[in-house]
């Protein structure tokens, strides 16, 4: 009668009534399904904005890829440099170097208002003059349409976030600066990474045209190798010629990236809590009406010999598997729904936008999945005792 | 009302089913106040803009400056009421991660273009004596503990100068209820001074804020100054401070649009969960109904009793909710400074409570109208 085998098969007996009594219970059932989907599609929806920028902020820079800024100055809106600075950064020992010399662009971080393809309003989009280095001081950025822009000509290559946001952004369109209108000759990947919502254009032709006399805002280089950082980085904050800061490019925009980040999470969770909250109570209210429903059967069942335990697990087994259910189809439609949707919106360190791709990684979806057996645990355990404890005598008598 | 006592009874009946479906309900409550308070942070700005004041910034870009000398070509543009010109600062406090606005006026002409920010008139004299002066908005004055009399020093990475040390003369409060109280206005002459020192952005300002003789007359107000400006090396844009907010808005993403879709999806798996308790309550008490019907209840009475009581528990649900939103976002901005205008807007207590009495309609109509058509004879055999 005790052995394991016995208790498995009372569990699997019991579980299956309870399944096929399911279709005459299909109504709170299926609440309970579309509640627990509920949970996990806001849950993994709202998160997946998160990992969107997230990803988007970070996919930029191998651990030999720096960003050197002015000491204090947390982005580059709000750093400076003159040329000489710029040169002395270049020079400092632990760069890489080509045939034209070290790899370091000195750059311009200006914005220029463009109207948003999806609302028509003014965005601020970034606009970044570079050196020749640029390129080679990034991982994996490409021209993926038209050319490279001319050096000293009013030309300017967009990233592909930028293009698909902005108005106006592809090959043969313009920018429009000023009373100016600058072509757009290519179009650029940087490996889902933030440059993709730039538009690029020769730093010198950018200084002149928003008076910035011959000043800078950022060095962007390469080093020789990973482990040179720290050599380099201690030449220029020892330099007293310099007053800067050195850091990997994937940390300094990883850092910018907390805020928002930090923010949606925040938010996803409390909304995922409170939701599942009343997920839960939903069911409750199902597994409740499903032991009322079967007082009788139970009892029946427990004066064969089942067991009390194998009830319990039964109950909790059935709540589980309408959770999942639920959970699966929330995950289900939260990846059909919003994986790879394109947004942009505002990076408030740089003030200036940010296109991304809302990602609805395997680890969310996991997360959505674990929602999902909470609450089909919680939703299962106070019915499955209750009905696990129902005195046989006086249960077999209800109507 | 003599009803009120049997739809008690009939909520009461089952006392854990009930609770469970209103606690439900307020959850559901509660995130619609919470998310109606981001999006009010978010985009309430729009519907607090000065319907007669218009802001003229670079045409390229806010971030570029406009020389302190259009003021005077501004004024003299017909139309042209007033006109102020405000600064960004960009500053931290501290911490980097203590946000707040920062901004040099010119104190006299600032007061008399936001008259939503209010200042006891002494500290006012106090200001326009100081030099150094800055004034605070009651938010902020908290947040960090600041008292009238105290030093501020501001750390700016723009500004060449690393810390600015500010004198605080004054703490100014918001005449309206969303009014943002969190930034730190301090005199342009003293900024202005600082960098003629330095030799660097003298005579340059943010943007202006112009306020027009007669808000119908806007449109062509902003075309004039934009056309006075044409073809210099400063062009300008000129919109209303409400199509700048909306605008800035925008700039996030569609917040409201956003929100509304997470609320749908919350309020459709709410009105499934009550629905089905709601049926399935009607449907344990289909004996009773049918005696009611018996001793002559109407059916149109029967409908009002199950409705009345699918009503009373979505907007006690509701009202819950609404009462632990209002509770909740009373402490105001949870992120420290990113969320300035974090609150709950009466207006949309009331949405609130609208939505709550059509909730307890749809899910009631469908038990309703089954409790309507039962048949005497067929109800009464179920018992």
Known sequence: MAGPLNWFSQIAAVTKFGLMSIPQRRGSVAATIFGVAGVVLVFVGVLSIATGFRRAMTASGSPDAVIVLRSGADTEMVSGFSREETRVIADA?????????????????????????????????????????????????????????????NEVIVGVGAARAFDGLEVGGSVKVGSAHWPVVGVFTANGGVAESEIWTDARVLQDAYHRGDSFQSVYARLASPNSYQSFKDALTTNPRLNVKVERQSEHFAEQSTALTTLITTLGFLIATLMAVGAVFGALNTMYSAVASRTREIATLRALGFGRGAILVAMMIESLLVALVGGAIGGAAAFLAFNNFHAATMNWQSFSQVTFAFAVTPALLGQGIAWATAIGLLGGLFPALQAARLPIAAALRET | MKFFPLIWRNLTRKKLRTSLTLLTIMVAFVLFGILCAVREALVGGVALAGADRLIVRHKVSIIQMLPESY?????????????????????????????????????????????????????????????????????????????????????SPIWLRKTWEFDLVGIYDGAKKGTDTTSMFFRYDYFD??????????????????????????????????????????????????????????????????????????????????????????????????????????????????????CLLTVLGGGLGLALAALVTAGGDPTGGMLPMFRLPGSDVLVGFFISLALGLVTGALPALQAMRLRVADAVRRI
Request: glycine content about 10%.
């Open chain 2, 71 to 155: 003021q005077a070509r501004i004024a003299r543009i017909p139309g042209v009421a007033a006109v102020t010109h405000q600064t960004w600062f960009g500053g931290t406090y501290q911490d980097p991660k203590n946000f707040f606005m920062q901004n040099p006026v010119e104190p006299e002409a600032f007061m008399a273009m936001f008259p939503e920010f209010i200042l006891p008139p002494e500290q006012m004299k106090a200001w326009l004596a100081t030099r150094t002066g800055a004034i605070v908005g009651r938010k902020t004055a908290e947040r960090f503990h600041w008292k009238i009399g105290d030093k501020i020093p501001i750390m």
């Open chain 1, 93 to 153: 020992p632990g760069l890489a170097r080509d045939a034209r010399g070290p790899l370091a662009s000195a750059e311009l971080f200006v914005i220029v208002n463009l109207p948003k393809r999806s609302t028509g309003t003014d965005a601020n989009v970034p606009l970044r003059g570079v050196e020749g280095a640029a390129i080679s001081v990034r991982d994996d950025l490409k021209i993926t349409a038209g050319r490279m822009f001319e050096w000293g000509k």
């Open chain 2, 193 to 310: 001074e600082s960098r003629q020192a330095q030799n660097w952005g003298a005579g340059q300002v943010g943007w202006y804020t112009i306020r027009v003789k007669d808000p119908a007359q806007a449109a062509e107000v902003a075309k004039l100054v934009d056309r006075e400006f044409e073809n210099s090396p400063y062009e300008t844009k000129t919109e209303p401070e409400g199509a700048f907010a909306q605008g800035f808005a925008n700039q996030i993403g569609n917040i409201t649009a956003i929100v509304s879709g997470i609320l749908a999806a919350v309020f459709f798996t709410i009105l499934l969960v009550t629905g089905s308790t709601m049926s399935q309550a009607i449907r344990d008490r289909i004996g009773e109904l049918g005696v009611l019907k018996a001793i002559g209840f109407t059916n149109g009475r029967l409908l009002s009793l199950v409705l009345a009581e699918s």
